[in-house]
């Protein structure tokens, strides 16, 4: 069994969570595409290594993290701000895991951590 589900989930989404481990039915069965014919499942792993989750309010997949931090914030992120992964594990989509920083400071963060792996690949 894994843990790895945020904390931040409300009761009776967790009760589904924990009901769906024992039988193997989707989390979100029910709740999520409900009739809309592009909904083909829960979640799926993107060419990019992201997950892409159905998105119950705009009928549509979506990346993952951006969707977990939009409802932990409880509003839409707009495209400037960028949902970064902490631990560089792009699906490790945990609240705890992600960051929101603007695309600037978030580029900049990546070419900072490039020098710092370089110099400690050359030594
Ligand atoms: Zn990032």
Known sequence: MN????????????EKISKSLLGNIPWNKGMAGGKSPQFKGDRFIDKDGYYR??????????????????????KTLPQSLIVHHKDNNRINNKIENLAIMERSEHSKWHRLERVEIEREIKG
Do not use: C, Q
């Not at 843990?3 to 967790?14: A, D, L, N, V």
């Not at 998105?55 to 914030?73: A, G, N, Q």
């Open 3 to 14: 843990h790895t589900f945020g904390k931040s989930r409300p009761k009776k989404i967790k």
């Open 53 to 74: 989750a159905w998105d119950t309010k705009k009928l549509s997949y979506r990346p993952e993290h951006r969707i977990v931090m939009e409802k932990t914030m409880n």
